[in-house]
């Protein structure tokens, strides 16, 4: 019977196999999709010491970075853009070599420049006038909290806290505990309501980024913080939210609130990031142990969709990248099999329920 680091490696494995690391898609482009993924198998080489997985992440950054730290392309001061930057730390501290602390200051130096909202909360993209995602409490938060850490900026910390707390103080939705995709200050956006600016659906892969991001925070954040206290409750507060529309078979759907309804879909993205989530809350403390029951069913529901090609696995249900848009919208989305926001949100689910049952959780 495989564990979850055996589907970890396997789904490694794969994504190795089908593509050099340098080919990573978008080819050239220093872009969160890789960055998701390649997080997801560092964590793999850190339970695993299989060095193969270390070098492909490496090699994809050798690939976008020059000789003296420069990234090659990007787009800057979009979030999306400054996700990667979180797999410059691992690799520096293996490495001690310098242009991966000068690659750390070029992506830390798009920070000043991301256009802020009224309220203080980052813009998720240069274009997008007065927007939040909750997608980009991934895209900046660690990041940014690790660069606080690392380099004794309680300022920057606190603008991670910050962040989140406003992420939440415009989306979360008061009857359901969950939080709506976007918000749009000016309330113009073609998606959103006009009399608040919210984004009309709690879509599952933009609400699974939630805890993993608050998490990863978190991690990097001292309890001394303002704020500290504040952001740790959110993460038993929105996971206890989002639990109460888990599916019948362990997955969680597009649209997170309307599992019975015939047009929504199961999604094994978001499933991912919610166990993820689970299962280091729970080791955590966070959640009490009951949780991990949920973690392990949708680790389960999302095993028994998985198939194998030729030796190599195969992860579906995976909703392609994706903007705000209406209910008919994100059910119309299509699926993709083994692509990097697919495959990245698998390693992050497979990784942490391998250190829950590791626990005797």
Not at 136 to 144: C, T
Request: hydrophobic residues 40%.
């Amino acid at each position: 019977m495989r564990t979850p680091v055996d589907y970890a490696r396997a789904a490694c494995d794969t994504m190795m196999r089908r593509f050099a690391a340098a080919d990573l898609p978008p080819k050239g482009h220093f872009h969160y999709h890789q960055g998701v993924f390649l997080s997801g198998v560092l964590k793999t080489w850190k339970l695993t010491g299989d060095a193969r997985y270390f070098q492909y992440a490496k090699d994809w950054l050798d690939a976008v970075i020059d000789a003296d730290g420069r990234i090659l392309r990007y787009d800057h001061a979009d979030l999306d853009d400054i996700q990667p930057g979180i797999l410059l730390y691992p690799v520096l501290d293996a490495t001690g070599e310098a242009r991966y602390e000068k690659a750390i200051q070029s992506v830390y130096a798009q920070v000043p420049d991301v256009p802020l909202c009224k309220c203080g909360g980052f813009y998720h993209k240069v274009r997008l006038t007065g927007q939040m995602w909750l997608d980009g409490l991934y895209m900046v938060g660690p990041f940014l909290a690790e660069y606080g850490r690392r380099y004794d900026r309680a300022d920057l910390r606190q603008t991670v806290i910050n962040h989140v707390l406003l992420m939440r103080e415009h989306t979360r939705d008061e009857k359901t505990g969950l939080w709506f995709h976007a918000w749009d200050e000016t309330h113009t956006a073609d998606w959103c309501d006009p009399a608040t600016g919210l984004a009309p659906e709690f879509w599952g892969r933009s609400l699974g980024w939630v805890p993993v991001a608050v998490l990863d925070d978190l991690e990097q954040l001292s309890c001394t913080d303002e704020g500290y206290d504040k952001l740790k409750a959110i993460v038993p507060e929105l996971l206890e939210a989002i639990c109460r529309y888990q599916g019948p078979d362990g997955r969680w759907y597009q649209v997170v609130n309307k599992p019975d309804d015939p047009a929504n879909w199961p999604e094994n993205s978001c499933t991912c990031l919610f166990a993820a989530a689970l299962a280091r809350a729970v080791c955590l403390g966070l959640l009490p142990k009951e949780y991990a029951a949920k973690a392990h069913a949708a680790y389960d529901g999302v095993v028994r969709t998985l198939t194998w090609e030729g030796g190599d696995l195969q992860i579906g249900g995976v909703c392609v990248g994706t903007g705000v848009g209406s209910y008919e919208f994100y059910c119309g989305r299509p699926c993709s099999v083994n692509d990097l926001h697919g495959v990245g949100a698998f390693l992050l689910m497979c990784t942490a329920m391998q250190q829950l049952e590791d626990a005797g959780l």
